[in-house]
């Protein structure tokens, strides 16, 4: 809803591959929550890690720390970014039942 009031941001991106998906997907996870099995349970918990980081975003906001990310450089930003989007990346190969070790046969078979 704050998407469609606000319009586009360039740290707000929707989608499975976006940055936040993509990290709470991993979150879900690694805590063992089955969210095949009760996805509810992972709605909830995905709510509840939204809730802690716009706390920490608020406490940020009122200390005046907001500005702490300046101090971190412009390619450890872009590593980070690009390190998080790899699991998307290999999801690709998963769809196409390709691994990152048969990269040789995939081109051996694109060509």
Known sequence: MAYVIFGTSMHLGLGPVALVSILTGQLVIQYGI???KDPQEAVDFAGECALAVGTIFAVLSVL??????????HPVMVSMVVLI???????IFFIFAYSLDSLPQLHATLA
């Not at 005046?64 to 450089?73: T, W, Y």
């Not at 989007?85 to 999801?91: G, I, S, V, W």
């Open 64 to 73: 005046n720390l907001g500005d702490m990310i300046n101090l971190i450089s």
């Open 34 to 36: 089955d969210y095949v």
């Open 85 to 91: 989007r790899l699991p998307a990346a290999n999801l």
